[in-house]
């Protein structure tokens, strides 16, 4: 039966603290788990913690930490941008725990799987990453999403048009909230494409194997799944053969429920398996 260790380790003066989940007979190929947002090692509805003990039960060892500032870790803190720190001394830690490591894939959620595609490529240990719903947030991309999914689907929603009719929706409000968006949406900026750019950049020059999960059901996945329509850079990046992409239809941004939790553990188990 795999066991849980408790791990502490320093980056830059503090203290950081993780669990390592050991199998019975260790791969030599590893997952270190990158939270993703406000989160700490657990993660929502214990996601973290259950994903953590499916892969060692199939022979994968996992580690997953806090990093600095958040959880049982020292310092102040930090967003996906400055962490890259927290992570080179989480990888240290996980290869001086686990001797017979070779390489290791990142698993991260959101901005968490963001910080992990731009810290892979500068890092021979990293072998594969796996991110779901990857953080690609722009004011423009999330404008235009918004009006592509929820607006869409507000005037598709027969309860709309009931409380249209009874006055029961503020329509002033609402009009105004349109104009705001749509403004947003055709609103150019130098700036606009900075993060996704940056992502495609990092996932072009990391040459390990990469996973993509999204949710159905989610905006930030919704903003990703653009890029490809509205890029043809995009295009030819996620077409590679090194690339592999699913989508959990109806998933919302965490996985929430067991059904969606499981297809995740099974989908990361099989691939992490399959190279």
């Known amino acids: 039966m795999p066991q849980q260790r408790v791990l502490h380790f320093t980056c830059q003066d503090c203290w950081l603290f993780g669990i ?97 595609a731009f810290h892979a490529p500068d890092d021979p240990r990293v072998a594969g990453l796996i991110m779901l719903n990857p953080w690609v947030r722009t004011t423009q991309g999330a404008a235009r999403t918004t009006l592509r999914h929820y607006y869409l689907q507000r005037v598709r929603d027969p309860e709309f048009w009931r409380k249209l009719a009874h006055g029961r929706f503020g329509v002033r409000r609402a009009l105004a909230s349109f104009r705001q968006v749509a403004t947003a949406a055709n609103r150019p900026s130098a700036q606009i494409e900075s993060l996704p750019e940056r ?21 930030g996945a919704r903003e990703f799944m653009a890029l490809p329509r509205q890029h043809a850079h995009w295009r030819s990046l996620l077409a590679s053969p090194r690339v592999r992409q699913t989508i959990i239809p109806d998933a919302n941004h965490t996985f929430a429920r067991q059904v969606w939790r499981d297809e995740v553990a099974d989908l990361c188990t099989k691939w992490i398996q399959a190279w």
Not at 56 to 75: K, L, T
Not at 202 to 214: D, E, P, S, T
């Open 20 to 116: 390592l989940h050991v199998p019975d007979q260790p791969s030599t190929r590893g997952v270190l788990i990158v939270t993703g947002g406000p989160q700490y090692r657990i993660g929502s509805h214990r996601q973290f913690v259950l994903l953590a003990r499916h892969l060692a039960a199939h022979n994968v060892p996992v580690m997953r930490f806090d990093y600095r500032g958040m959880g049982d870790s020292e310092g102040e803190m930090r967003d996906f941008e400055s962490i890259q720190d927290d992570l080179e001394a989480a990888i240290g830690e996980f290869f001086s725990a686990m001797p017979g490591l070779k390489e290791l894939v990142l698993w991260g959620l959101c901005d968490g799987a963001t910080a992990a």
């Open 199 to 219: 992502l495609h950049q990092a996932l072009c020059r990391f040459r390990g194997q990469i996973l993509i999960i999204l949710s159905g059901a989610d905006l």
